[in-house]
């Protein structure tokens, strides 16, 4: 299976994703994940994504789609993916079809997970992330065993100014790719309200 998820930032799908892919025995490839551990590492690939990624701004096309297409070309993903957060414009969209087209594959499904803002407002500011596994937490939904330890931190991305942005951003570039995947027949929409195992089987079911 060769899936991309859409959806709002905060609308879950980092926890869908890793959940999914699971199931599906698929790599799953956030190009978020990626991003955050090429700044940590202090790489030329994050220093050039960490200004774009503190201002709630997309990372420009030919850093991000040129990394997209590396990570694509690995072993793992040559049966099926799982990719979250890429596409996120519809440039980058037609760059994903033309590199699965040289490899002489097609996408299956377009996952759109829909929240309303009120709810991923709500859903960021309690966001909380292991450092050492990488665990997407919610300090009221999904809480931490200790909500003080050292290993767990808050995305910078995740304070209030950020996100109204953040948000902004996905309004007017990445919800254009409902359309485009509308028009391609691949999309496929589900509600992320609810509990995390039942927006899980909605996904499971919605994309056979
Ligand atoms: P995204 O990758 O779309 O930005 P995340 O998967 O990181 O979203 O989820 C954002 C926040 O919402 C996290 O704190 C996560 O624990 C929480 N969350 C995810 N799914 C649900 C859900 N079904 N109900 C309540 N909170 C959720
Ligand atoms: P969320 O799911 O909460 O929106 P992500 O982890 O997917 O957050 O992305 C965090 C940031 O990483 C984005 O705001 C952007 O700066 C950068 N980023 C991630 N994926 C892409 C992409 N496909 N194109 C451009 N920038 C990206
Ligand atoms: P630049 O284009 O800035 O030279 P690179 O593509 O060389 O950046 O990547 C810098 C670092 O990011 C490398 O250490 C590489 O392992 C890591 N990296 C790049 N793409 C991926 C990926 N798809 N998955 C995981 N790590 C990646």
């Known amino acids: 299976m060769r899936l991309v998820l859409v959806g709002p ?3 879950g799908k980092g926890t869908q994703a890793e959940i999914i892919a ?3 025995g698929i790599p799953k490839i956030s190009t978020g994940d990626i991003f955050r551990a090429n700044v940590s590492g202090g790489t030329p690939l994050g220093l050039k994504a960490k200004e774009y990624m503190d201002a709630g701004e997309l990372v420009p096309d030919e850093v991000t789609n040129d990394m997209v297409a590396d990570r694509l070309a690995q072993d793992d993903a040559k049966d099926g993916f799982l990719l979250d957060g890429y596409p996120r414009n519809t440039e980058q969209a037609k760059v ?3 590199i699965l087209d040289e490899a002489g594959v097609t996408l299956d499904v377009a996952l759109e997970l ?3 803002d009120d709810e991923v407002v709500r859903r960021l500011s309690g966001r909380r992330v292991s450092k050492s596994t990488g665990k997407i937490y919610h300090l009221e939904f999904d809480p931490p065993a200790d909500p003080d330890s050292e290993d767990l931190f808050q995305r910078s991305d995740d304070k209030p100014e950020t996100v109204k942005h953040r948000l902004e951003v996905y309004a007017e570039q990445t ?9 391609q027949g691949k999309l496929t929409r589900i509600d992320a309200l609810g509990e995390v195992a ?3 089987e909605r996904a499971l079911n919605a994309i056979g």
């Open 9 to 11: 930032p905060g609308a």
């Open 114 to 116: 829909t929240a309303s």
């Open 96 to 98: 994903l079809d033309r």
């Open 22 to 24: 699971e199931r599906l």
């Open 175 to 183: 919800a254009p790719l409902v359309g485009f995947y509308e028009q």
């Open 198 to 200: 039942e927006v899980t």
